[in-house]
């Protein structure tokens, strides 16, 4: 419920419960010129409550209830999909597979929110966000550069955390061993 009052509350449509996880929309049925920006501030509005859920289901749930979010900003075929005696409204197409893929990547990378470059470079800059590289996704030939959305209030500490977090990234890529493990290493003490 959480997540589904935090998608109205911006606007979306919760397009289908599938298991334990939802999908949602923005931009349709009507146009949003924002939609990148709704999205991201429902995700941030769930990770910023999902502890107090948590706590409230922690005797029934027996471990920390843990989130997962991908977003992705790309064209999709919208409309009913279906037959004559059942049909459905909602989205295809790859931008749909893509935003599905990086919800699942939440839990290798170890973040409650992972978002496309195509999101991010649509969010304004007061937003928190950590590059986390490129990301070889199923179903796509070349990777897909990925951050973070930051579900807090990105503080100057943790605008600093994230430059050297992502000057380290940067070593790595370019095969710096030495540097980018100095860097990551300044981070832990």
Known sequence: ????????ETDGVV??????????MWNAPTDQHDHPVRACKA?????????ELS???????????????GIHTGPA????????????????GPAVNLASRLENATKTVGVG?????????????????RRLGGLRVQGFAEP???FELYPGEPTPEWR???????????????????EACGLLAGLLT
């Open 1 to 8: 419920e959480l997540q589904s009052v935090c998608i109205r």
């Open 15 to 24: 397009v289908d419960y599938v298991g334990d996880g939802l999908l949602a």
């Open 43 to 51: 995700a941030i509005a769930f990770l910023r409550d999902l502890p």
């Open 55 to 69: 706590a409230r289901w922690e005797g029934e749930a027996r471990e920390p209830i843990r989130l997962g979010v």
């Open 77 to 92: 075929l919208v409309g009913n999909t279906g037959s004559r005696v059942k049909f459905k409204y909602g989205p295809m």
């Open 113 to 129: 929110a992972v978002i496309s470059r195509f999101t991010r470079d649509r969010l304004p800059a007061h937003f928190g966000t």
């Open 144 to 146: 897909v550069e990925v």
């Open 160 to 178: 600093g955390l994230r430059d050297v977090f992502e000057k380290a990234l940067g070593h790595f890529e370019a095969r710096e061993w030495s």
